[in-house]
């Protein structure tokens, strides 16, 4: 089951048009935003919640479905009617009346595609880093290119040939 939802800025009216099938309720998908807005994400979405704070945005479910096709749908024609992009969709519009940087529906390339070990490694480290940067630091060698020294112990050494 999913649904897609809208996230509006009472400042600028501009909207953020999504879905989300991990999230029972689209607030807590608003929230999962503003923290990584928090954290520093580049995307235009998360660089305006940092801009004009998260208490200005607001999120609306506009449609709920157990269908992955129907979920994609209606997000791109949501997207569409809202002209939620960050570029102009309306020929006769001059301006960007959204913050979705991907186009809606069908843009998550990663969409019933599972992580390899050595990638969920890499993230995991990664967001260790992220999180933590005092107390893993400099921990790791080199992550690119798959072989891992850690000078913790915490995470599996592994190497690739």
Same mark, same amino acid.
């Given at each position: 089951? %999913? =649904?897609?939802? !809208?996230?509006?800025?009472? $400042? @600028?009216?501009?909207? +953020?048009?999504?879905?989300?099938?991990?999230?029972?309720?689209?607030?807590?998908?608003?929230?999962?935003?503003?923290?990584?807005?928090?954290?520093?994400?580049?995307?235009?979405?998360?660089?305006?919640?940092?801009?004009?704070?998260? %208490? =200005?945005?607001? !999120?609306?479910?506009?449609? $709920? @479905?157990?269908?992955? +096709?129907?979920?994609?749908?209606?997000?791109?024609?949501?997207?569409?009617?809202?002209?939620?992009?960050?570029?102009?969709?309306?020929?006769?519009?001059?301006?960007?009346?959204?913050?979705?940087?991907?186009?809606?529906?069908?843009?998550?390339?990663?969409?019933?595609?599972?992580?390899?070990?050595?990638?969920?490694?890499?993230?995991?480290?990664?967001?260790?880093?992220?999180?933590?940067?005092?107390?893993?630091?400099?921990?790791?060698?080199?992550?690119?290119?798959?072989?891992?020294?850690?000078?913790?112990?915490?995470?599996?050494?592994?190497?690739?040939?």
């Amino acid at each position: 089951m %999913g =649904c897609v939802y !809208v996230i509006c800025c009472e $400042k @600028t009216q501009r909207r +953020y048009v999504g879905q989300t099938t991990q999230e029972p309720e689209p607030h807590r998908r608003l929230a999962r935003h503003i923290r990584d807005a928090a954290r520093g994400s580049p995307y235009p979405f998360h660089a305006a919640i940092r801009e004009h704070g998260a %208490g =200005c945005f607001f !999120v609306e479910k506009v449609y $709920k @479905t157990d269908s992955e +096709y129907l979920l994609n749908k209606v997000e791109g024609l949501w997207a569409d009617i809202y002209n939620a992009y960050i570029w102009s969709t309306d020929k006769d519009a001059d301006f960007a009346a959204g913050y979705n940087s991907a186009l809606a529906g069908f843009s998550n390339k990663f969409r019933g595609r599972k992580h390899t070990a050595a990638s969920k490694l890499k993230m995991s480290i990664a967001r260790k880093r992220y999180l933590h940067s005092s107390s893993v630091s400099s921990d790791v060698s080199d992550v690119s290119d798959g072989s891992y020294e850690l000078s913790s112990g915490s995470v599996p050494q592994t190497s690739h040939s």
